[in-house]
């Protein structure tokens, strides 16, 4: 290790982001400070919890707390706390780089936000230390782990280098700072000496905090001239999870909300619920009001944070939350958890999996709640939160219905207005007797597909589903309220209410006169199609590709052919509408001249159009656009 000061390089999305935050404007700069103690009050956590399960670790916990300090002369404010501290290599990884996922999304959204959106993307992606340049032009940090004898010492002024190098003599804990800018009242740049504005910023974003918050202010003495100095305690350390929620305030709710997230929006939703008896738990959880940048990222963090009696045991514990509920933050505090529990044990613990049933029916409880009583919120919810929520028909089965009954869909019953499957159910006309639904890449693009062509004439409404979750849960998902959930592009439809045993002479004519056609077709598409029959679906189209009853959809090969699992090509049915007059006529020419090789180009047109309509991609775009100059070019 180099025993002088070395000078280093920011990690180059580091040193945009540290570009971006100095010289962009944000209205509200005063958040620094609530990174900067919820920073401290991580580290004091994290070494108490490391002091208890560690008894050879020689710590002193017995005055664990965060300090401010202001030195108005020098213009220099300092927060300090007494907590696990950093190693050198810990200073290089998490401040020297942006050691999170998601970095080249944040800098595009930060690059395209301007004036008030900007002030919402600090919270929002947790970036902490980088805030401290918006204040300051040299940040300076001191740090020693606990544990360990040598210190860092790491020093910036946020143009794209840092120093850094060790000390022998420092306390054990951080110390960050801030070598303050000038006050510029126009840039909402206020004076951070200001006793008054530092209460008044830690009262507003940090009153919460476990740990004491203490800062030394001075007072008029006795004798003119004289002053004294006291060290006050500026948080109230109440954890909000246990004070009765007739006692805490929303805006307390929506602070401490942000102090978990690091969203800079209030929630969406507040849910506080509280276990007595056999066993114990308290949990404080939030819905947000805006999907987490990272919510669809597969190395993303997710959970609530654990503690056991007050006491802090892990961030984003995955075991209490499933997957399809990662926007879910909040704190879990249980009485009866060993404090050294580890995250392997916790996959297994008896208590944890009831709290996280407990968790999981008490969200979808609330989100149910808000469905019935509040449509503006709860369409808030949907939209943002929806897809990841659909994620849950997959695989929590014992969730099935509760997922399902605050679901909501778009359908052809309103363009614009979603609609649940109670509300489907409700509308459907007499005669029916399945819920139809179509998954596709848009709206418009089912929308226009043959396959609903019968369902309007019908009067029959048809869910539309966009999303590619959709294609994979249908499968999973067989009825609802006895109501069978049928695709209208897999299978046979016959919305006349005929079945097979009955015997209509005239669908018995047609299917003898289409027979030979029938045949004809199967052979000579037979690479692409595994069966041509009648169909009961068209109306005004020619021909459209069905999938066979149980088959996976086109879609759903495209997304396994992208993840890499190549697998056997569905063949699927091609339906020809037997009212058509492209059909009528090639029956006749079939009939006519079944030598003709013209017929052959036909048969690949017809199953060429059915391909596009549906937004398929056709083997051989250049042999179809060939064939299809040269039948026009003889129609001209």
Request: proline share 4%.
């Given at each position: 290790m180099s025993t002088g000061v070395e000078t280093r390089e920011f990690q180059a999305e580091a040193r945009q982001l540290l570009q971006l935050m100095v010289h962009s404007i944000y209205s509200n700069k005063d958040i620094f400070l609530?990174?900067?103690?919820?920073?401290?009050?991580?580290?004091?956590?994290?070494?108490?919890?490391?002091?208890?399960?560690?008894?050879?670790?020689?710590?002193?916990?017995?005055?664990?707390?965060?300090?401010?300090?202001?030195?108005?002369?020098?213009?220099?404010?300092?927060?300090?706390?007494?907590?696990?501290?950093?190693?050198?290599?810990?200073?290089?990884?998490?401040?020297?780089?942006?050691?999170?996922?998601?970095?080249?999304?944040?800098?595009?959204?930060?690059?395209?936000?301007?004036?008030?959106?900007?002030?919402?993307?600090?919270?929002?992606?947790?970036?902490?230390?980088?805030?401290?340049?918006?204040?300051?032009?040299?940040?300076?940090?001191l740090t020693r782990r606990a544990g360990e004898t040598e210190a860092t010492r790491w020093e910036s002024s946020g143009e794209g280098t840092y120093t850094i190098e060790p000390v022998d003599d420092a306390p054990q804990g951080t110390t960050v700072t801030l070598h303050l800018k000038p006050e510029d009242k126009e840039d909402q740049l206020f004076d951070y000496t200001d006793e008054w504005k530092l209460r008044e910023i830690v009262k507003r974003y940090s009153d919460f905090i476990a740990w004491p918050i203490r800062m030394s202010t001075e007072r008029p003495g006795e004798s003119e001239g004289e002053t004294t100095s006291e060290t006050v305690t500026l948080n109230s350390m109440k954890a909000l999870w246990a004070r009765p929620r007739s006692e805490v305030t929303d805006d307390e709710y929506k602070e401490f909300y942000k102090h978990v997230s690091h969203d800079w929006n209030d929630p969406l939703d507040i849910i506080h619920m509280k276990a007595e008896g056999t066993f114990e738990y308290e949990a404080l959880l939030f819905v947000p009001a805006q999907a987490p940048y990272d919510l669809f990222m597969r190395d993303a963090k997710r959970g609530v944070q654990l503690y056991v009696k007050r006491v802090f045991i892990m961030d984003d514990c995955e075991a209490l939350i499933p997957e399809y509920l990662r926007f879910v933050k909040g704190v879990v505090?249980?009485?009866?958890?060993?404090?050294?529990?580890?995250?392997?044990?916790?996959?297994?613990?008896?208590?944890?999996?009831?709290?996280?049933?407990?968790?999981?029916?008490?969200?979808?409880?609330?989100?149910?709640?808000?469905?019935?009583?509040?449509?503006?919120?709860?369409?808030?919810?949907?939209?943002?939160?929806?897809?990841?929520?659909?994620?849950?028909?997959?695989?929590?089965f014992e969730n099935q219905r509760a997922i399902l009954d605050i679901s909501s869909f778009a359908s052809t019953h309103d363009p614009e207005q979603?609609?649940?499957?109670?509300?489907?159910?409700?509308?459907?006309?007499?005669?029916?007797?399945?819920?139809?639904?179509?998954?596709?890449?848009s709206r418009t693009m089912i929308e226009n597909s043959p396959h609903l062509e019968a369902f309007k004439a019908k009067g029959y409404e048809v869910l539309l589903l966009t999303d590619p979750v959709d294609e994979m849960w249908v499968a999973s998902v067989t009825d609802y309220d006895g109501k069978q959930l049928r695709s209208i592009a897999q299978g046979q439809v016959d919305l006349d209410g005929e079945d097979e045993s009955s015997k209509?002479?005239?669908?018995?004519?047609?299917?003898?006169?289409?027979?030979?056609?029938?045949?004809?077709?199967?052979?000579?598409?037979?690479?692409?199609?595994?069966?041509?029959r009648l169909s009961t679906r068209l109306t005004t189209s020619p021909a459209c590709l069905v999938g066979d009853a149980g088959d996976m959809t086109p879609a759903l090969e495209r997304m396994y052919r992208a993840m890499g699992q190549d697998g056997p090509k569905i063949k699927r049915i091609l339906e020809l509408n037997p009212a058509h007059p492209l059909v009528t006529g090639l029956r006749e020419a079939y009939g006519s001249r079944a030598d003709d090789p013209a017929l052959v180009e036909t048969a690949e047109l017809l199953y060429g159009t059915a391909l596009l309509a549906e937004g398929g991609e056709l083997d051989e775009p250049a042999r179809f656009a060939k064939l299809l100059a040269d039948r026009l070019a003889r129609t001209v």
């Amino acid at each position: 290790m180099s025993t002088g000061v070395e000078t280093r390089e920011f990690q180059a999305e580091a040193r945009q982001l540290l570009q971006l935050m100095v010289h962009s404007i944000y209205s509200n700069k005063d958040i620094f400070l609530r990174e900067l103690i919820s920073n401290a009050s991580d580290a004091l956590d994290k070494l108490r919890l490391q002091a208890l399960i560690d008894k050879d670790l020689d710590v002193d916990i017995s005055d664990l707390h965060v300090e401010i300090e202001v030195d108005r002369e020098r213009r220099t404010l300092t927060v300090r706390d007494n907590g696990i501290g950093m190693s050198r290599d810990e200073v290089v990884s998490l401040i020297g780089t942006i050691a999170k996922s998601g970095t080249a999304e944040l800098l595009r959204k930060l690059k395209e936000s301007k004036d008030t959106a900007s002030q919402e993307l600090i919270g929002q992606f947790g970036v902490g230390f980088y805030a401290t340049f918006m204040v300051a032009d040299r940040v300076t940090l001191l740090t020693r782990r606990a544990g360990e004898t040598e210190a860092t010492r790491w020093e910036s002024s946020g143009e794209g280098t840092y120093t850094i190098e060790p000390v022998d003599d420092a306390p054990q804990g951080t110390t960050v700072t801030l070598h303050l800018k000038p006050e510029d009242k126009e840039d909402q740049l206020f004076d951070y000496t200001d006793e008054w504005k530092l209460r008044e910023i830690v009262k507003r974003y940090s009153d919460f905090i476990a740990w004491p918050i203490r800062m030394s202010t001075e007072r008029p003495g006795e004798s003119e001239g004289e002053t004294t100095s006291e060290t006050v305690t500026l948080n109230s350390m109440k954890a909000l999870w246990a004070r009765p929620r007739s006692e805490v305030t929303d805006d307390e709710y929506k602070e401490f909300y942000k102090h978990v997230s690091h969203d800079w929006n209030d929630p969406l939703d507040i849910i506080h619920m509280k276990a007595e008896g056999t066993f114990e738990y308290e949990a404080l959880l939030f819905v947000p009001a805006q999907a987490p940048y990272d919510l669809f990222m597969r190395d993303a963090k997710r959970g609530v944070q654990l503690y056991v009696k007050r006491v802090f045991i892990m961030d984003d514990c995955e075991a209490l939350i499933p997957e399809y509920l990662r926007f879910v933050k909040g704190v879990v505090d249980a009485q009866d958890l060993s404090l050294n529990i580890s995250r392997e044990i916790l996959q297994q613990d008896r208590q944890i999996q009831l709290i996280r049933r407990r968790l999981v029916k008490k969200v979808l409880s609330s989100v149910k709640e808000l469905m019935d009583n509040d449509a503006e919120r709860y369409r808030t919810f949907w939209t943002q939160l929806g897809r990841a929520v659909k994620e849950g028909l997959l695989n929590d089965f014992e969730n099935q219905r509760a997922i399902l009954d605050i679901s909501s869909f778009a359908s052809t019953h309103d363009p614009e207005q979603l609609t649940s499957l109670a509300q489907y159910i409700e509308r459907m006309p007499d005669g029916q007797t399945d819920i139809y639904y179509m998954t596709g890449e848009s709206r418009t693009m089912i929308e226009n597909s043959p396959h609903l062509e019968a369902f309007k004439a019908k009067g029959y409404e048809v869910l539309l589903l966009t999303d590619p979750v959709d294609e994979m849960w249908v499968a999973s998902v067989t009825d609802y309220d006895g109501k069978q959930l049928r695709s209208i592009a897999q299978g046979q439809v016959d919305l006349d209410g005929e079945d097979e045993s009955s015997k209509d002479p005239e669908r018995e004519q047609r299917k003898e006169q289409y027979a030979p056609l029938l045949g004809w077709l199967g052979e000579t598409l037979d690479a692409h199609v595994k069966e041509v029959r009648l169909s009961t679906r068209l109306t005004t189209s020619p021909a459209c590709l069905v999938g066979d009853a149980g088959d996976m959809t086109p879609a759903l090969e495209r997304m396994y052919r992208a993840m890499g699992q190549d697998g056997p090509k569905i063949k699927r049915i091609l339906e020809l509408n037997p009212a058509h007059p492209l059909v009528t006529g090639l029956r006749e020419a079939y009939g006519s001249r079944a030598d003709d090789p013209a017929l052959v180009e036909t048969a690949e047109l017809l199953y060429g159009t059915a391909l596009l309509a549906e937004g398929g991609e056709l083997d051989e775009p250049a042999r179809f656009a060939k064939l299809l100059a040269d039948r026009l070019a003889r129609t001209v």
